[in-house]
């Protein structure tokens, strides 16, 4: 069978290296020819390459996307110019060499002077295809209708293909296709400048995210037509009929392909001419109206060309297939491009429910496994976040027993909502995470640290399922949070581990394991207090207005970062402008008076028996005032106000200026030492230990 298949293809590069090379027809004598034997292998090697053979023959679908075929149709309307797409990949083997050959040389037969040839290059690599595209006009009429020169069109194309198709290596040219037909639409556009629309006004609309779409008139795309037999008298040897098939089959698969975008793009749009409505309408017969199994379905196409030949051993497993399409095949004229186009409209049909077929969702049963740390979990579960902080190592399978590569989609929100926080996260952010039956999705978390209600969604074909679970927190230890104070430089404030134990006692998640489903519990949830205080630092109403994020909730370490920018920024801040506008004050009268200046105040012990701060009328490390030395065992009243700003200076600023009563009277200090509420903040959180 091998020497057979290899007879086959030396009489198909025979034929299509004709074509390719435009060789007269008539019989002439060829001088003899001598090769190595090395050479031989070589050729025999590149000859039996299948790969190559099926992806310089799939480069085809890429340059001919209904996208780009649109595209161009709306830019020869408006410019007098044809843009003609063509896919080949760059290289001196055997199928890629005859098939760039081949379309060179169609591009060669248009007659018209005013063409912009738009090429997409597929350059091989070790492991796949990088690309580039070039875009080159056929005359200098090209040129000067577009205004450009011909290096300004060259460095469009090289910047373009640059900035979105870049060094990305492709296993395979179809993986490439979504990128590289919108990357050629941007160069066009980017060569036709902003105008988009055409003299009508109402022909092809192209958005900024390149999507094309039609306005009013055109012909919608092409399709199979009324396929007619082949008039070919050449006969295939049943042994060498594989390649046919996979070649046939490919081009079935791409129809359907097209057919699903064409639909997709246009159905419940409008107005569509006649042209368009009849197309949207022979949507193959099993193809579904709905737009999300078209898209599964698409997606399942996708997988039937990067495995054709798996493809065919699966729908071989039935006899009468085998037979049928081996008696389809074996009429074909394969030195034609296309051979989908030769089908009798009864062998379409036959071709079409094959693959219609093999398309049906298997019905499978399956288990959605949900694990932490390898562990299974039940839903109404409660998983925990580590006092590291880390989220859990959270996992989820769809177990099956069938083999079969059924695509499943998966992803999680976590939602938190006690109080007024409306805190609502997806992951993946953006989308599904894809994978298939039996393959386990280990849930990326990336920095972000969540908690609440977790509910995991699952779609395998026309199956929704839904698992609902919580996720709680762990507690750090005190030292833990001192040492990361300590790491971080922020014991540089030496009363902010003070303040900590003041607002939440170093309590980050409220303790207990006695965890409920509700908003309103909150054992294990963030230590909240009121009005709308979180965290160890107790975060509530921050700079600018903002509110704690929902990672300084569930991250103690996030919270104290947080916290020190919060005290160390807009609440120092609003202490230095207030002792900044009573020194105005101070200084006005002392200049004034020189021999009787303004006394700072008494001393001012607070806390308490066990933990005490005596504050003076001195300099602070962290202030620009100067109030003389700050003698040992003491503080200044600067940090007194910074302290107190931190909650709120209700009832005053805890050191401030009393104003005169009448004109030339001696202002003099004063303590503003509790809020509305009669607590001395100060006085609390110099009570505590460090």
Same mark, same amino acid.
């Given at each position: 069978?091998?020497?057979?298949?290899?007879?086959?293809?030396?009489?198909?590069?025979?034929?299509?290296?004709?074509?390719?090379?435009?060789?007269?027809?008539?019989?002439?004598?060829?001088?003899?020819?001598?090769?190595?034997?090395?050479?031989?292998?070589?050729?025999?090697?590149?000859?039996?390459?299948?790969?190559?053979?099926?992806?310089?023959?799939?480069?085809?679908?890429?340059?001919?996307?209904?996208?780009?075929?649109?595209? +161009?149709?709306?830019?020869?309307?408006?410019?007098?110019?044809?843009?003609?797409?063509?896919?080949?990949?760059?290289?001196?083997? =055997?199928?890629?060499?005859?098939?760039?050959?081949?379309?060179?040389?169609?591009?060669?037969?248009?007659?018209?002077?005013?063409?912009?040839? #738009?090429?997409?290059?597929?350059? *091989?690599?070790?492991?796949?295809? %990088?690309?580039?595209?070039?875009?080159?006009?056929?005359?200098?009429?090209?040129?000067?209708?577009?205004?450009?020169?011909?290096?300004?069109?060259?460095?469009?194309?090289?910047?373009?293909?640059?900035?979105? =198709?870049?060094?990305?290596?492709?296993?395979?040219?179809?993986?490439?296709?979504?990128?590289?037909?919108?990357?050629?639409? +941007?160069?066009?556009?980017?060569?036709?400048?902003?105008?988009?629309?055409?003299?009508?006004?109402?022909?092809?609309?192209?958005?900024?995210?390149?999507?094309?779409?039609?306005?009013?008139?055109?012909?919608?795309?092409?399709?199979?037509?009324?396929?007619?037999?082949?008039?070919?008298?050449?006969?295939?040897? *049943?042994?060498?009929?594989?390649?046919?098939?996979?070649?046939?089959?490919?081009?079935?698969?791409?129809?359907?392909?097209?057919?699903?975008?064409? $639909?997709?793009?246009?159905?419940?749009?409008?107005?569509?001419?006649?042209?368009?409505?009849?197309?949207?309408?022979?949507?193959?017969?099993?193809?579904?109206?709905?737009?999300?199994?078209?898209?599964?379905?698409?997606?399942?196409?996708?997988?039937?060309?990067?495995?054709?030949?798996?493809?065919?051993?699966?729908?071989?497993?039935?006899?009468?297939?085998?037979?049928?399409?081996?008696?389809?095949?074996?009429?074909?004229? %394969?030195?034609?491009?296309?051979?989908?186009?030769?089908? %009798?409209?009864? !062998?379409?049909?036959?071709?079409?429910?094959?693959?219609?077929?093999?398309?049906?969702?298997? !019905?499978?049963?399956?288990?959605?496994?949900?694990?932490?740390?390898?562990?299974?979990?039940?839903? @109404?579960?409660?998983?925990?976040?580590?006092?590291?902080?880390?989220?859990?190592?959270?996992?989820?399978? #769809?177990?099956?027993?069938?083999?079969?590569?059924? !695509?499943?989609?998966?992803?999680?929100?976590?939602?938190?909502?006690?109080?007024?926080?409306?805190?609502?996260?997806?992951?993946?952010?953006?989308?599904?995470?894809?994978?298939?039956?039996?393959?386990?999705?280990?849930?990326?978390?990336?920095?972000?640290?969540?908690?609440?209600?977790?509910?995991?969604?699952?779609?395998?074909?026309?199956?929704?399922?839904?698992?609902?679970?919580?996720?709680?927190?762990?507690?750090?230890?005190?030292?833990?949070?001192?040492?990361?104070?300590?790491?971080?430089?922020?014991?540089?404030?030496?009363?902010?581990?003070?303040?900590?134990?003041?607002?939440?006692?170093?309590?980050?998640?409220?303790?207990?394991?006695?965890?409920?489903?509700?908003?309103?519990?909150?054992?294990?949830?963030?230590?909240?207090?009121?009005?709308?205080?979180?965290?160890?630092?107790?975060?509530?109403?921050?700079?600018?207005?903002?509110?704690?994020?929902?990672?300084?909730? $569930?991250?103690?370490?996030?919270?104290?970062?947080?916290?020190?920018?919060?005290?160390? @920024?807009?609440?120092?801040?609003?202490?230095?402008?207030?002792?900044?506008?009573?020194?105005?004050?101070?200084?006005?009268?002392?200049?004034?008076?020189?021999?009787?200046?303004?006394?700072?105040?008494?001393?001012?012990?607070?806390?308490?028996?066990?933990?005490?701060?005596?504050?003076?009328?001195?300099?602070?490390?962290?202030?620009?005032?100067? $109030?003389?030395? =700050?003698?040992?065992?003491?503080?200044?009243?600067?940090?007194?106000?910074?302290?107190?700003?931190?909650?709120?200076?209700?009832?005053?600023?805890?050191?401030?200026?009393?104003?005169?009563?009448?004109?030339?009277?001696? *202002?003099?200090?004063?303590?503003?030492?509790?809020?509305?509420?009669?607590?001395?903040?100060?006085? #609390?959180?110099?009570?505590?230990?460090?």
């Amino acid at each position: 069978m091998t020497s057979r298949i290899i007879i086959f293809f030396l009489w198909l590069f025979m034929v299509l290296a004709g074509v390719a090379q435009n060789y007269p027809t008539q019989t002439r004598e060829l001088p003899p020819v001598t090769i190595t034997e090395e050479r031989a292998r070589d050729l025999m090697r590149q000859l039996t390459d299948l790969d190559a053979f099926m992806h310089a023959v799939g480069i085809k679908n890429i340059a001919n996307d209904q996208r780009l075929e649109a595209f +161009a149709t709306g830019f020869a309307e408006r410019n007098q110019i044809e843009a003609f797409t063509i896919g080949y990949i760059d290289s001196d083997e =055997l199928w890629p060499r005859v098939f760039r050959n081949i379309r060179l040389k169609k591009l060669n037969n248009i007659t018209t002077d005013q063409l912009l040839a #738009a090429h997409i290059l597929f350059i *091989p690599q070790d492991d796949g295809y %990088t690309v580039e595209l070039k875009l080159e006009g056929k005359t200098t009429e090209v040129y000067e209708l577009l205004e450009l020169t011909k290096e300004e069109v060259n460095l469009i194309a090289k910047e373009t293909s640059d900035q979105q =198709l870049g060094s990305t290596v492709y296993a395979k040219p179809k993986e490439a296709r979504e990128t590289v037909v919108s990357a050629m639409i +941007a160069a066009l556009q980017r060569v036709e400048g902003n105008s988009r629309v055409d003299n009508n006004g109402d022909d092809w609309v192209v958005d900024s995210e390149e999507n094309v779409s039609q306005g009013g008139s055109g012909s919608g795309g092409s399709d199979t037509g009324n396929p007619t037999p082949s008039d070919s008298t050449n006969q295939i040897s *049943p042994d060498s009929l594989l390649i046919v098939q996979a070649r046939l089959m490919t081009e079935l698969i791409t129809y359907f392909d097209n057919e699903i975008d064409y $639909w997709l793009l246009n159905n419940g749009k409008g107005p569509l001419d006649m042209e368009e409505i009849r197309r949207l309408q022979e949507l193959p017969s099993c193809l579904p109206d709905d737009e999300g199994q078209l898209e599964r379905i698409q997606t399942a196409l996708n997988g039937l060309v990067e495995d054709v030949s798996g493809f065919l051993t699966s729908l071989f497993e039935t006899e009468d297939n085998q037979e049928t399409l081996d008696e389809i095949c074996q009429d074909l004229d %394969t030195t034609q491009e296309s051979l989908l186009t030769q089908l %009798t409209e009864d !062998e379409l049909a036959t071709c079409e429910e094959m693959l219609c077929e093999y398309l049906e969702e298997e !019905e499978v049963e399956y288990t959605i496994v949900l694990r932490d740390d390898g562990e299974e979990i039940e839903a @109404g579960a409660y998983v925990l976040i580590t006092a590291e902080p880390e989220m859990p190592a959270l996992s989820v399978e #769809a177990v099956s027993e069938s083999t079969s590569e059924i !695509e499943v989609k998966l992803r999680l929100k976590i939602e938190y909502r006690r109080d007024i926080r409306q805190d609502e996260d997806y992951f993946p952010a953006n989308g599904w995470y894809e994978t298939n039956l039996n393959e386990e999705w280990e849930i990326d978390f990336g920095d972000r640290i969540r908690g609440g209600r977790a509910t995991l969604y699952t779609e395998i074909g026309e199956s929704r399922d839904t698992i609902i679970f919580h996720i709680r927190g762990t507690n750090p230890t005190a030292q833990a949070v001192q040492d990361y104070i300590e790491e971080e430089d922020y014991d540089d404030t030496w009363f902010f581990t003070r303040l900590i134990r003041q607002e939440s006692n170093y309590i980050h998640f409220n303790n207990g394991t006695n965890y409920g489903p509700e908003w309103t519990d909150s054992q294990g949830c963030p230590n909240w207090g009121p009005p709308h205080g979180w965290g160890l630092c107790q975060l509530d109403l921050l700079a600018g207005g903002q509110r704690p994020t929902a990672q300084e909730l $569930w991250s103690w370490k996030a919270n104290v970062d947080r916290g020190y920018d919060f005290l160390t @920024g807009e609440k120092f801040n609003i202490a230095e402008v207030h002792i900044a506008g009573e020194m105005v004050a101070v200084n006005t009268w002392n200049t004034a008076n020189p021999t009787d200046l303004v006394e700072g105040h008494a001393d001012q012990e607070e806390g308490n028996n066990t933990n005490s701060v005596t504050y003076t009328y001195a300099s602070s490390d962290s202030f620009d005032f100067d $109030w003389g030395d =700050l003698d040992a065992g003491s503080e200044s009243f600067l940090d007194a106000v910074w302290i107190k700003s931190y909650n709120g200076n209700s009832r005053g600023y805890y050191y401030r200026l009393v104003a005169p009563t009448r004109e030339g009277e001696k *202002p003099e200090w004063e303590l503003r030492r509790t809020n509305i509420h009669d607590h001395n903040y100060v006085g #609390a959180v110099s009570g505590r230990a460090e």
